[in-house]
């Protein structure tokens, strides 16, 4: 039951950040739009951005399960790329208040964690020291999430076009063929 009322309010969130800047949306608006009281709404959170919290947590977490039980690195990246283009304006709004610093973190969280996995995955043997491989995972880490957030993808085609660099770009290693050609 309390999973559910926090799912509601934060579902009511987003469905306002489509529409508008974090700053200008209420405890008292997103009440209303719940149809639950004031109470109830300080029983599962602090202030609206305990919501944002909440929700960047549990959709960093979904994405993560989601994208590690897949076999597929084509399959994960079009979650992320999905997900990402489902809640662009959402992100955006988040982007441009003064959470950005935080969903940033959360972003890279996601992105470090999964490409961590799949760099184990299918280098199991790789030999490199854990400073490398933190640089390495920061900076694609940094790339994916600016590519995501960068542009708004219209059509299913422009989407997959994005998940196919992103896995040329983790997966085949592009400066190999540059330097070599």
């Not at 009281?37 to 202030?47: A, C, I, K, L, P």
């Not at 960047?56 to 076999?71: D, V």
């Not at 399959?75 to 969903?103: G, I, M």
């Not at 059509?155 to 040329?168: G, I, M, P």
Request: glycine content about 2%; aromatic content about 10%; some cysteine.
């Amino acid at each position: 039951m309390q999973a559910d009322v926090k799912r509601q309010i934060a579902d009511k969130l987003l469905e306002l950040l489509e529409k508008k800047s974090l700053e200008k949306i209420t405890v008292k608006e997103l009440v209303t739009l719940c149809g639950i009281s004031r109470q109830t709404f300080y029983y599962h959170f602090e202030d609206v951005l305990d919501v944002v919290d909440w929700w960047t947590r549990q959709g960093a977490q979904q994405l993560m399960e989601q994208s590690m039980r897949t076999e597929d690195p084509h399959e994960a990246l079009r979650l992320f790329v999905n997900y990402t283009n489902d809640h662009r304006q959402a992100l955006q709004h988040l982007l441009a208040s003064r959470w950005r610093e935080q969903l940033e973190r959360r972003f890279m969280q996601v992105f470090t964690t999964y490409l961590q996995d799949m760099l184990h995955r299918m280098h199991p043997n790789l030999a490199m020291s854990p400073a490398d491989e933190e640089a390495f995972l920061q900076f694609y880490a940094c790339g994916i999430s600016g590519l995501l957030i960068q542009q708004p993808l219209r059509t299913n085609a422009e989407k997959e076009t994005l998940v196919n660099q992103l896995y040329w770009l983790l997966f085949q290693n592009p400066w190999g063929h540059i330097l070599h050609s």
